[in-house]
């Protein structure tokens, strides 16, 4: 099993509708989850972090944690062609003072006018 | 603004050759982090250093070594470049404490090496 596994994608959507990315991870000892979007040719930049169950918004863009379930969700609301990307989750695995961050193979959004 | 600088955006290299890739940050951050990244394989974890002089092995560290001779510097290895170290290579610092990895994640503008 990945330490964290996103679908590939591509995942289309219509504009003004809701992207939903989905990422399960394997360590239940994982405190830390990111989402990072990346434009084609470009570095990761960080658009959400979350740390504890339940939602947080970020103006268009709500994440999702269930640590039960080991499973983060990102929500784009109002999806516009500028969101087309690849969408990146990240974990934080290891112990406290020496962990990694890891990524999963990210999921590829285009948003269709 | 935090600025994570890698030295070359694209390189060329032939097999055999030893390579050098540099990462340079100027924020003070302990965390300094080598990924690889691959169509269809994401990033993945070569190396990484919470401090000067100090390296860890990620998930795919053979046939690379790093170097940390000051904070600020992180230096990637190719001892013999093999055409199946041909990748894009991103250097990322995130902010917080050294080994803590609950914070942002910046990154380089990437090195694209062609090994031929």
């Known amino acids: 099993q990945k330490e964290v596994e996103q679908n590939s994608g591509p995942l289309s959507v219509p504009e003004g509708a809701i992207a939903s990315l989905n990422c399960t991870y394997s360590?239940?000892?994982?405190?830390?989850f990111f989402w990072y979007r990346q434009y084609s040719g470009k570095s990761p930049e960080l658009i959400m972090s979350?740390?504890?169950?339940g939602d947080k918004e970020d103006g268009r863009f709500t994440a999702q944690l269930n640590k039960a379930s080991q499973y983060v969700s990102l929500l784009i609301r109002d999806s516009q062609p500028s969101d087309s990307a690849t969408y990146l989750c990240?974990?934080?695995?290891?112990?406290?003072?020496?962990?990694?961050?890891?990524f999963g193979t990210g999921t590829r959004l285009t948003i269709i006018p | 603004d935090v600025k994570v600088t890698q030295s070359s955006r694209y390189l060329v290299k032939r097999t055999g050759e030893k390579v050098f890739l540099e990462c340079v940050q100027d924020?003070?951050?302990?965390?300094m982090f080598w990924y690889r990244q691959d169509p269809g394989l994401g990033l993945r974890l070569i190396y990484f250093?919470?401090?000067?002089?100090?390296?860890e092995k990620g998930d795919i560290p053979e046939g690379y070594s790093v170097s940390r001779e000051k904070k600020e510097r992180f230096s990637l290895i190719l001892e013999s470049a093999s055409t199946n170290q041909t990748s894009m290579y991103l250097c990322?610092?995130?902010?917080?404490?050294?080994?803590?990895?609950?914070?942002?994640?910046?990154f380089g503008q990437g090195t694209r090496l062609t090994v031929v």
């Open positions: 990240a974990v934080n695995r290891g112990n406290f003072g020496n962990e990694k961050l890891t």
């Open positions: 360590d239940r000892g994982s405190q830390s």
């Open positions: 979350i740390y504890s169950n």
């Open positions: 924020m003070d951050h302990e965390n």
């Open positions: 250093s919470y401090d000067v002089k100090m390296k």
């Open positions: 990322a610092s995130p902010s917080g404490e050294a080994g803590t990895m609950n914070t942002e994640a910046f």
